[in-house]
């Protein structure tokens, strides 16, 4: 069956440092999001993709960059990880803005 | 910009009670409208959909109207179990606006007691 996995699950890291959470899918899906989930804010959208080698900003993008060199992969790296950067992140893939996006189970990270 | 709106949580109720979770939006385009739930520890599924005005999505006894008169997607169940406990996600994507990405609202809570 056809899945979207993130890893590591869970990441502590410390403030400076530079951060990479993966997230791979197999539906073949030209779209892929970056999404963090905070208390009181939703889900907020930091990157997305529509293709290989297409990357756009979303609303809170700062401090954060992706890189499309395949349809699976959409890798989120954190520059250099901030305390405010401490959340829950999702990615997601869709076929299209009709149809359902579905979401990995989440990368925790922590950053101390 | 697109926006969505819905009702702040928790939303505590008893087994077999009916649920009312309010929902509405701004959009600039024609959007479609969309209601995910998250259970604890996973990510987001979908639960229902709508793609054009007075469209009904329903999935699971849930069920929601598309009004673009009222530019609200209210989600509704008859009776509702402990195992609907979770925290459900009102989305909309705009295509005509901003093409594929779905925009949050800020997600409500649900806790039913036995």
């Known amino acids: 069956d056809a899945e979207i996995t993130q890893s590591p699950r869970h990441k502590i890291t410390e403030t400076g440092r530079q951060v990479t959470l993966a997230c791979h899918q197999t539906?073949?899906?030209?779209?892929m999001f970056w999404y963090r989930q905070d208390l009181g804010h939703g889900l907020r959208l930091i990157h997305y993709?529509?293709?290989?080698?297409?990357?756009n900003k979303g609303e809170v993008s700062d401090g954060y960059s992706v890189s499309r060199s395949n349809t699976e992969d959409l890798p989120l790296t954190l520059e250099s990880a901030a305390s405010s950067q401490t959340s829950v992140y999702f990615c997601?893939?869709?076929?299209?803005?009709?149809?359902?996006?579905?979401f990995g189970q989440g990368t925790r990270l922590t950053v101390v | 910009g697109d926006s969505v709106t819905q009702m702040e949580g928790p939303v505590t109720l008893s087994e077999e009670a009916f649920l009312t979770i309010n929902c509405t939006y701004t959009?600039?385009?024609?959007?479609?409208l969309f209601w995910y739930v998250q259970y604890p520890g996973e990510g987001l599924q979908l639960l229902l959909k709508?793609?054009?005005?007075?469209d009904k999505g329903s999935n699971k006894g849930f069920e929601a109207t598309y009004r673009k008169e009222t530019t609200s997607f209210h989600l509704e169940k008859g009776s509702v179990q402990v195992s609907d406990s979770a925290v459900y996600f009102c989305?909309?994507?705009?295509?005509?606006?901003?093409?594929?990405?779905?925009?949050f609202g800020g997600g409500t809570r649900l806790m039913v007691k036995p």
């Open positions: 993709s529509y293709g290989v080698q297409d990357t």
């Open positions: 997601a893939s869709s076929e299209d803005g009709n149809t359902e996006a579905f």
């Open positions: 959009a600039t385009g024609y959007p479609s």
């Open positions: 709508a793609t054009k005005a007075d």
């Open positions: 539906w073949n899906h030209n779209n």
């Open positions: 989305a909309l994507s705009d295509l005509g606006n901003a093409g594929n990405m779905l925009t």
